[in-house]
């Protein structure tokens, strides 16, 4: 493994951070503004270029920091538009991403971590197991890649990605600084500026860390319910054995409490034939959407190989979703995207190395105290 230089990357921190930073080398804080556009609104890849900062700072800068943007080792084109990009990070894993069109939306899907450890059953990235925690730099490289894939960088272009999800590999909850500090990247006018409710954490229900998010973030939210009783999601989400259905939906209330504008949780329910996706199990899920503001967002299953599950057919799939409708919620079923280049949900895998040992140790940790403490430091080392 290459020895990584020392140097802060300076693309992985917050704007307070930033400011921290500053003041920590004896400058004052309002650098941070001027060295955030010129990161996240100019793309800016060396310090050189940051033309309204003296030499000797600019200088300084390069001996105490650098900005280091992770690497692409593929990029494809599916026929619908779709991109997806095999990303290689430091230390030689690698990771996907995609970017979704969709009339004038463009939506990233954004990977936290290398890897998974939280196992949901019919996840072709739980299957490989979880190698480590992305960096807040190595996740906001992402959009950094994704915004120069259409030519110099211009974030402000709003047709070049209008949403960011945290859809991608990894369970953004538990790398939760690092997620924090790339969200707030997003959000913040002198970096991405782009609005709260286009900035989305999807989450397998990792309740403490909802609870820790409450007040502290306003980024909007997303739950993989998948089931609609503990019976059937303790199969397939294991985390819900951990944290059962009447938590997690405290916890999304009292996530949605603390938001300053009026908004709902976006449910994803992953459909799989003869698992999940019977009418009764729409009836079921109807009383828990009902126990807080929440649309539904279905997810027609995505097969890969050995999954053991099948995709539910069109009248299956739509029988659900109306049983759903009738009873009042807002429900979209999610086009397959991108399925030419791999690219659907649960089909991003990447390429994780040094897996099981490493989830072994990340799920025991997290069964055994889940406290704040292990959430943010348990997938380190
Ligand atoms: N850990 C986060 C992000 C995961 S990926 C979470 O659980 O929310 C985003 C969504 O894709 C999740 O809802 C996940 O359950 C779903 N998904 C995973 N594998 C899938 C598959 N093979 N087919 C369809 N959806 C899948």
Same mark, same amino acid.
């Given at each position: 493994?290459?020895?990584?230089?020392?140097?802060?990357?300076?693309?992985?921190?917050?704007?307070?951070?930033?400011?921290?930073? /500053?003041?920590?080398?004896?400058?004052?804080?309002?650098?941070?503004?001027?060295?955030?556009?010129?990161?996240?609104?100019?793309?800016?890849?060396?310090?050189?270029?940051?033309?309204?900062?003296?030499?000797?700072?600019?200088?300084?800068?390069?001996?105490?920091?650098?900005?280091?943007?992770?690497?692409?080792?593929?990029?494809?084109?599916?026929?619908?538009?779709?991109?997806?990009?095999?990303?290689?990070?430091?230390?030689?894993?690698?990771?996907?991403?995609?970017?979704?069109?969709?009339?004038?939306?463009?939506?990233?899907?954004?990977?936290?971590?290398?890897?998974?450890?939280?196992?949901?059953?019919?996840?072709?990235?739980?299957?490989?197991?979880?190698?480590?925690?992305?960096?807040?730099?190595?996740?906001?490289?992402?959009?950094?890649?994704?915004?120069?894939?259409?030519?110099? /960088?211009?974030?402000?272009?709003?047709?070049?990605?209008?949403?960011?999800?945290?859809?991608?590999?990894?369970?953004?909850?538990?790398?939760?600084?690092?997620?924090?500090?790339?969200?707030?990247?997003?959000?913040?006018?002198?970096?991405?500026?782009?609005?709260?409710?286009?900035?989305?954490?999807?989450?397998?229900?990792?309740?403490?860390?909802?609870?820790?998010?409450?007040?502290?973030?306003?980024?909007?939210?997303?739950?993989?319910?998948?089931?609609?009783?503990?019976?059937?999601?303790?199969?397939?989400?294991?985390?819900?054995?951990?944290?059962?259905?009447?938590?997690?939906?405290?916890?999304?209330?009292?996530?949605?409490?603390?938001?300053?504008?009026?908004?709902?949780?976006?449910?994803?329910?992953?459909?799989?034939?003869?698992?999940?996706?019977?009418?009764?199990?729409?009836?079921?899920?109807?009383?828990?959407?009902?126990?807080?503001?929440?649309?539904?967002?279905?997810?027609?299953?995505?097969?890969?190989?050995?999954?053991?599950?099948?995709?539910?057919?069109?009248?299956?799939?739509?029988?659900?979703?109306?049983?759903?409708?009738?009873?009042?919620?807002?429900?979209?079923?999610?086009?397959?995207?991108?399925?030419?280049?791999?690219?659907?949900?649960?089909?991003?895998?990447?390429?994780?190395?040094?897996?099981?040992?490493?989830?072994?140790?990340?799920?025991?940790?997290?069964?055994?105290?889940?406290?704040?403490?292990?959430?943010?430091?348990?997938?380190?080392?």
């Amino acid at each position: 493994m290459p020895k990584q230089p020392d140097r802060i990357n300076l693309l992985g921190l917050s704007p307070s951070g930033l400011e921290t930073f /500053f003041e920590s080398i004896g400058e004052k804080r309002f650098r941070a503004t001027q060295v955030l556009k010129w990161l996240h609104q100019q793309g800016a890849s060396s310090f050189d270029e940051m033309t309204n900062i003296s030499k000797s700072l600019r200088q300084k800068l390069a001996e105490v920091a650098d900005i280091r943007e992770p690497e692409v080792v593929l990029e494809k084109i599916s026929t619908d538009g779709t991109r997806k990009w095999v990303i290689r990070m430091d230390g030689g894993s690698s990771i996907e991403m995609v970017l979704i069109p969709e009339g004038s939306r463009k939506t990233l899907c954004v990977s936290s971590q290398v890897g998974c450890a939280l196992d949901c059953s019919f996840c072709s990235t739980g299957k490989q197991g979880f190698n480590r925690n992305l960096s807040a730099a190595e996740i906001i490289g992402q959009l950094r890649v994704a915004i120069r894939s259409f030519g110099p /960088f211009d974030p402000k272009d709003e047709r070049r990605v209008t949403n960011v999800v945290f859809m991608g590999m990894g369970e953004p909850l538990l790398n939760f600084d690092n997620v924090v500090a790339a969200t707030e990247l997003m959000m913040d006018d002198n970096a991405y500026g782009l609005s709260k409710r286009r900035v989305t954490i999807s989450t397998a229900g990792v309740v403490p860390a909802i609870d820790k998010l409450a007040g502290l973030s306003d980024v909007s939210l997303a739950v993989s319910i998948h089931a609609p009783n503990d019976a059937l999601r303790d199969q397939l989400v294991p985390v819900n054995r951990r944290y059962p259905l009447k938590e997690l939906i405290a916890s999304c209330n009292n996530y949605l409490k603390h938001l300053n504008d009026k908004r709902v949780i976006t449910v994803e329910y992953t459909l799989m034939e003869g698992v999940n996706d019977q009418p009764e199990h729409a009836t079921q899920l109807l009383k828990v959407l009902r126990k807080m503001p929440s649309k539904l967002n279905l997810i027609p299953f995505n097969p890969f190989p050995n999954s053991g599950y099948n995709k539910p057919s069109a009248d299956a799939i739509a029988r659900f979703k109306q049983i759903i409708v009738n009873g009042g919620i807002i429900t979209t079923v999610r086009k397959t995207r991108g399925d030419d280049v791999d690219a659907a949900c649960g089909q991003l895998v990447g390429q994780v190395e040094d897996r099981t040992r490493r989830s072994q140790k990340y799920l025991s940790v997290l069964q055994l105290d889940a406290s704040d403490e292990t959430l943010t430091h348990a997938g380190e080392g």
